[in-house]
């Protein structure tokens, strides 16, 4: 299957708590996931990615932890601020037939409250 | 270092017309993707461009159709337009030999 889940569908945080989104995935082909942030008006922007073989990846403020055997993926947002209310998807990359195909999850919105 | 460009920002056109749209690849970058954005979900793959030639396909009827150019810029096509094509088209441009996305802004298309 090529799909992905992501939950939840909206999130609302407290200016420097904890953001967590989580995805979940089918398709063991899948070996690249990475996280996209969308503000109005524009195109996603890469965040952050992992590859399968790790299990947790960090920069900056944002964190991915990835558990290859429950298949699943998620952000976590430190410190979050105002200026990261967003929309956020988590994507998984199938290298097949050729090409890079990029499933995405449907979207988290994020708004973080002074 | 330029980003992806694509024109126009949006479109009005009516059910049964036609429509191409624009997409100027970030510099460097060999391999180009089409994505639909419906309202409130994740792009969906349409299809992928290397060497100008069509080399994945998404979910889409034949009445979605694109091109590359030589110079890695693209056109996504899409005949017979109908109500639920209305949407964000998404261009992306990487390279093939790693997985590093760069979308562009979109075209908001509305069809009526």
């Known amino acids: 299957q090529q799909q992905v889940k992501q939950s939840p569908q909206s999130l609302i945080v407290q200016k420097g708590g904890i953001s967590i989104i989580n995805c979940a995935y089918e398709n063991t082909a899948f070996d690249y996931f990475p996280w996209y942030q969308q503000f109005p008006g524009k195109g996603p922007a890469l965040l952050i990615a992992i590859r399968p073989d790790v299990s947790e990846k960090k920069e900056g403020r944002f964190t991915i932890s990835f558990n290859k055997s429950a298949k699943q993926f998620s952000l976590h947002i430190m410190d979050s601020q105002p200026g990261d209310s967003a929309t956020y998807f988590c994507a998984a990359l199938w290298d097949g037939a050729g090409s890079y195909q990029l499933t995405f999850g449907k979207g988290t919105k994020l708004s973080v409250i002074p | 270092e330029t980003g992806v460009t694509q024109s126009p920002t949006h479109l009005i056109k009516t059910r049964g017309q036609q429509v191409t749209l624009r997409c100027s690849s970030q510099?460097?970058?060999?391999?180009v993707s089409w994505y639909q954005q419906a309202l409130g979900q994740g792009p969906q793959f349409i299809f992928q461009y290397y060497r100008e030639e069509e080399n994945g396909r998404g979910n889409f009827p034949p009445r979605f159709s694109g091109l590359q150019f030589p110079n890695y810029s693209s056109e996504l096509n899409v005949n017979a337009l109908e109500l639920d094509d209305s949407a964000l088209y998404l261009c992306a441009s990487s390279l093939v030999e790693n997985y590093g996305y760069t979308f562009g802004s979109g075209t908001r298309l509305t069809v009526v």
């Open positions: 510099s460097g970058h060999n391999t």
